[in-house]
Each structure stands twice: as structure tokens, then as C-alpha cells.
């Protein structure tokens, strides 16, 4: 018999996320491999612009793991839009990934209102679509090889 249980439970969250990494690794010779070793670990990406007054005018936060570059968020202030912020602080992260991390690739997930084209002149391909991720937005996961 069992009791199933729809509360958040940090305890028995981390006792999963333990026990999920256990099963792949004993799956997975590659996932096998990182283990123990720097590459097991997120390390985090952050690049930022400032403006002559030292205000924040755009940033790019992310995290490099194995040779993946992962971006989380790219935002420029409006004022500043226009003027190749978003593009230098993608190339400056797709750099510190490639050349100081090892990076072959880098991810990102974007909504139809954002940025997919942005992300497509930058040379990223679109992996997946996911129509109504909210309801009435598309998500689209774009890659792109960095060597």
C-alpha cells in the first residue's frame, strides 16, 4: 500500500535529486566520468554593461557545465537597445565559455516575444518549440556550436 503526498518537502527534495543523480550516473558512463571531477559542477557565467554613469545597461547571467554554455538571462535596459549591447555580451560569454572553459556549445530558451531571432542572427539553430509554454507564448530552445 501506498500514501501519495502533494506538499513541498525541501528534505525529501534533496533526498530525490541524491537518488536521481545515484540512477544516472549508474547509467551513464559519461555522467560516470564527471563524477568527482570539476566538470560535475555548475560553474556560474556572468557578463555586465555598464553606462558612463555606472548604471547597469544590460547583463548576461549564465553557467558553463561539461561544454555546455547554459544562458539564463540576457537583458539590455531600453535606452541602450540598439546599439550591439545584447550582441557583445553574448560574444564576451560564448568567449569566456570557449576559450577559458572548454565549451563546444551553448543553449538558450527564449519566448516568441523575446529574442529567437536575435538568437538566430547570432548564429543559434532552434532545437525545440513548445507552443503555449505559458498559454499563448511560444518557448523555443535554440543551440549553437562555439568551435
Known amino acids: 500500500m501506498f500514501r501519495m503526498e502533494t506538499e513541498v518537502d525541501k528534505d525529501r527534495r534533496d533526498l ?5 543523480r545515484d540512477t544516472n550516473t549508474a547509467a551513464s558512463p559519461v555522467l ?9 559542477r555548475e560553474l556560474p557565467l556572468h557578463v555586465w554593461v555598464l553606462d558612463a554613469a555606472g548604471e547597469l545597461a544590460g547583463g548576461l547571467v549564465g553557467h558553463t557545465w561539461t561544454a555546455w554554455l547554459h544562458v539564463t538571462y540576457l537583458w ?3 535606452r541602450h537597445r540598439g546599439a550591439s549591447l545584447g550582441s557583445r555580451l553574448l560574444t564576451q560569454a560564448e568567449r569566456v565559455a570557449r576559450e577559458e572553459r572548454g565549451c563546444a556549445m551553448s543553449r538558450v530558451e527564449t519566448w516568441d516575444f523575446q529574442a529567437p531571432e536575435f538568437y538566430r542572427k547570432q548564429g543559434y539553430d532552434v532545437v525545440c518549440v513548445i507552443p503555449d509554454y505559458p ?3 511560444t518557448e523555443y530552445t535554440l543551440t549553437k556550436r562555439l568551435r
Open 32 to 40: 560516470r566520468a564527471l563524477r568527482g571531477t570539476p566538470g560535475e
Open 135 to 137: 498559454p499563448g507564448i
Open 16 to 20: 530525490l535529486r541524491i537518488r536521481l
Open 76 to 78: 539590455v535596459d531600453e
